[in-house]
């Protein structure tokens, strides 16, 4: 993605997810620098970008759902770190199988381990690992309205097919 791309992606991304965009822009305030903000932003915009890729229709990710799940992640984590020996360890593989965005959160921990192996370890990087990891959560559960049921002989709401009357 050119810069020009990543603009219009960030501009759409505004309009569309204010929350999410401002959970971005919360990073400098935690202490993230700059650059390593970068490493979010690009991550937001995948991420968003395959919200937009599946043709559902997103609703609006308020703050009150990104807390709700960065405190179903941490209670996550919490409860994989209090258990001992083999279950520790299967703790996050049970996690990741039963994700309902295996893929999508597959990515993101790929593209995080990759990226924290090529930075300077700071603490603020827990910030941006925590932020990634819910942005995608905050796609897997948030409830999607219910698909409305066509009206016979009438276009399908979630479809371009007409419906034949019976």
């Known amino acids: 993605m050119d810069l020009t791309q990543k603009e219009q992606a960030a501009d759409e991304l505004f309009h569309a997810q204010p929350h999410v965009f ?32 599946s043709s559902l ?10 807390e709700r ?3 179903r992640l941490a209670a996550t984590v919490q409860f994989g770190d209090d258990l001992s020996g083999s279950l520790r360890d299967r703790a996050p593989q049970q ?32 910030f941006v690992v925590m932020a990634a ?4 959560n905050c796609i897997a559960f948030v409830p999607l309205p219910a698909p409305m049921k066509p009206v016979h002989g009438t276009p399908c709401a979630q479809c371009t097919d007409v419906v034949a009357p019976r």
């Open 133 to 136: 990891l819910n942005f995608v």
């Open 95 to 126: 996690y990741i199988e039963t994700h309902p965005e295996v893929d999508l959160l597959a990515f993101v921990q790929v593209e995080t381990a990759n990226w924290l192996q090529r930075v300077v370890p700071e603490e603020s990087d827990k």
């Open 22 to 53: 401002a959970s971005i822009l919360v990073q400098q305030q935690l202490g993230v620098s700059s650059a390593k903000m970068d490493f979010l932003v690009d991550i937001l915009l995948i991420c968003f970008l395959a919200m937009k890729e």
């Open 69 to 71: 799940q960065m405190g």
């Open 57 to 66: 229709i997103w609703p609006l990710i308020t703050e009150d759902e990104q």
